[in-house]
Structures are given as structure tokens and as C-alpha cells.
């Protein structure tokens, strides 16, 4: 029976077959470990020599790394590895001699193992982050297709842009300048004047020249975009959408974050509500911290974050900022107009913001304003203002930075271990 290495348990004490690959192998005179991979999981394969012919045995024994094979033997109950059980090995028919794998279990430097990317995806932890990241995706289009929103795609290709116009990458369409899409924002609210409720999951890019651990270029994100949702409405949505998908990844990634090596007792406290503090409240917890020459109008760096999130076990809404450090369609405070509905959640263990959300501006005649202060003209913008003449409604949404979630919940350091092939301030390849 061919199988794969995550459906062996319903072959208890049965023959199977497997495709696989050398990850890792062991052996003394009579016996070999081989630890075998097959992208759905990880197995030991016990080759004895009692049991196999003498080529198998040599072949076994001498077999080298990343060799492909198929591998075939009887399924037994392991106790002591965290998957459960071993193959005990009949027979292997390989498929290629794999020669000279780069990749050795030794311990390699961060800038070879990035270059080497396409094959470093194989290893056991890179593996888990993954399917961390699968998880992640999964549970996001559980919880808004739970929830009726609708899936809506907006364009990679734009003439508009949502976050200013520092960190847009160029590129040329036929004879008219277009940028790559730095966030669907814009497109979601005309979404959700026709939808309701809608999400988004796609690539967006930044030229950000910065270099630190939670900066990619290119990065995905999730984007929730909702009307007649008010600022604390959504608040409300998206604390009960973290927390579901932390409580998705514990139930459904045990063994990979058990590969990560995560400290799952912090996640399993990460349950709706989370703490919210103002923006006038983060600025004096700073300066209680020692960061005296902080000043109410500056923005938040990752020290800043991480200083706030020390004082919370939950990831933490930090709300109303000023409004002149925040994006231009941002609905003010009808009570205190120099701050902003807005949101930035900011993740514990110094994980960093992980979401930016805020309610939008539905009066035209303020939007208006705003056009004029951003010096927003033409055809790119004209289709946005549109949206506050016909039918204005009040609205809110938010992004939710799909690698850093990735970090945070995986427990890595570095944004670049979240994503297949990281694009890097310098790499592009592989
Ligand atoms: O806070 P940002 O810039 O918000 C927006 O783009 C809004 N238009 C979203 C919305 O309201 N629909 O980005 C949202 C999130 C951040 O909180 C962060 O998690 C992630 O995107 N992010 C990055 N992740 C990796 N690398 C970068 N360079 C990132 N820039 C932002
Ligand atoms: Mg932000």
C-alpha cells in the first residue's frame, strides 16, 4: 500500500510504502536509523540486518543525505519519538544517489543557509514554520467564511497608493507609471461598499530600506474590510480573529511547535479581550521606562513596541495616535480631532505591531480636505473619493502582517524564516 509518512497511523502493524528522502541517518553494525521525510512528515526507518538482504543493508548503511527512494516496511508504535511510530524496513528501491547535499546536520551560518534557500526548506524547523504559516492561512479563511465575509482579490498592479509614497516600488505599465501594490486598502473599502463584509490575502511590497528582523520587501497580508463597523467593532473583530487562529495553530500544529521548540503556555493565554491603551497612555509608560526624551507627535520604533508589550501578556491595541503620523484616511476623533480611530496591536515577547487598522473617513467634504493637504489628483484617486459621494456609510478595517504573525506564533526571531523565499533589502535570490 503506498502511503505518506502523516497517514502511517491508520497502518498500524500493516506493510506500506513510502516516497521519500534521507533527512538524517544513524547507524552501528547491525543496524541502521534512517530518518526519512516525505514534506507531510518525518520517520525513523529501521533497517536491521537480520531482516534485509545484504544489498539493502549496504545500500542503507551507506545511503547519503537527500537521497530519494521508496522506502517500504511494517508500521509499528513508537513511544519515544513525538510522532509515534517507526517503519521497520523490508525493502528500499532508490531513486537517485543524492551527492555532496550542501546542508549538513552541522550547524551553518544564516547567510549560506539563505542562499541556499530551495533546499533549506527541507530541513525539520523550516518545515514547521510552514505549516505554522499553512495554519495560519487556513484558519483566517475558516474565520471570515464563518462569518459570511466575502473573499475579494485586489490588484498587485496600482495607480493609487494607500500608505504614502516613500516606499513604492516602480515599475512601467505600457506608456503610464504604476506601482506594486503596497496594500489593498483602498480597493477593500470600494469591496465593502458592495459586499459588506470582505477579506483580502495577497502579496504587498514596501522599498523600505530597512534592515531588521521584522522588515521584508515583499510580505503577505490579510486585509478584513467592513461596513456599517464602527472603531471598536473592530477591535472587537480582530481580537476574536487572533485569538482564533493562536487557538487554531495549538490545536492543529502540536508537533510543529514542538519541533520549534515554542513555549505553547504563552500562546494558550492569548484568548478575546485584549488590553487596549491610547497612544497619550503609551507615551507615558515609555517615559515610566526610561525612555525620558520621547515625544507626544513621535512614532512608535520597535524598542518603543517592545517596551509597551513588556507590560502585557496579551498583544495590546494601542489606539489613537496623532493624526499627523498616521495614514491620510483616517477617521478622526469627533471628540479630540488631533488623534485618529486607529489601532496598531502590538504582539507580546517583542514580536512587534501585527496588525494597523483604523475607521475611515466617510464625509466627503473631509476627505475633500484631506485630498488637498496629500495633494491627491488624477484618476488614480478621483475612483476613491467616489466612494464617500454614493452612499457613504461608516467603515473600518485593518491589516494583519501574515509574517509577523508567523514569527510570533512559531516563536522565530527573524521575519525571514516565515516566508518560502524572503525578498530582502540584499537578496532576491533564490
Ligand atoms: O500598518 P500597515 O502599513 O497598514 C496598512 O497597510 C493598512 N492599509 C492596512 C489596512 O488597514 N487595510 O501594515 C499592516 C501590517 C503591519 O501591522 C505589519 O504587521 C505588516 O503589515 N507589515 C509588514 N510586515 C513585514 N514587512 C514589512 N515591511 C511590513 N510592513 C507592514
Ligand atoms: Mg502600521
Known sequence: MKTTISQVPAYEGQEVTIGAWLANKRSSGKIAFLQLRDGTGFIQGIVAKNDVTEDIFQL???????????ISGKIVEDTRSPFGYEMQVNTIELIQEAVDYPITPKEHGTEFLM??????????????????RNEIIRATYQFYNDQGYVKIDP?????????????LF??????????????????????????????????????????TRRHL?????????MAFINHEESLEIQEQYVSFVVQSVLENCKLELNTLERDTSKLE????????????????????????????????GAPHETAIAESFEKPVFITHYPADIKAFYMKPDPERPGVVLCADLIAPEGYGEVIGGSQRIDDPKLMEKRYDE?????????WYLELRHYGSVPHSGFGLGLERTVAWIAGVDHVRETIPFPRLLNRLYP
Not at 542503507?60 to 521508496?70: G, L, P, R, V
Not at 498587485?156 to 504614502?164: F, Y
Open 374 to 382: 496629500h495633494n491627491l489628483t488624477g484618476p488614480a484617486y478621483k
Open 115 to 132: 542562499d541556499h534557500r530551495h533546499l533549506w526548506l527541507r530541513s525539520s524547523r523550516q518545515h514547521a514554520i510552514m505549516k505554522v
Open 170 to 211: 516602480h515599475t512601467q505599465y505600457f506608456d503610464e507609471e504604476a506601482y506594486l501594490s503596497q496594500s489593498g486598502q483602498l480597493y477593500m473599502e470600494a469591496a465593502a461598499m458592495a459586499f459588506g463584509k470582505v477579506f483580502s490575502f495577497g502579496p504587498t511590497f514596501r522599498a523600505e530600506k530597512s534592515k
Open 269 to 300: 493565554t492569548i484568548k478575546a479581550p485584549f488590553p487596549r491603551i491610547s497612544y497619550d497612555d503609551a507615551i507615558n509608560l515609555l517615559k515610566d521606562k526610561g525612555f525620558t526624551d520621547i515625544e507626544w507627535g513621535e512614532d512608535f
Open 217 to 225: 520587501i515583499e510580505f503577505w497580508m490579510i486585509e478584513p474590510e
Open 155 to 167: 490588484p498587485i498592479l496600482t495607480g493609487s497608493s494607500a500608505e504614502g509614497t516613500t516606499e
Open 60 to 70: 542503507a548503511k551507506n545511503m547519503t543525505q537527500e537521497s530519494s527512494m521508496y
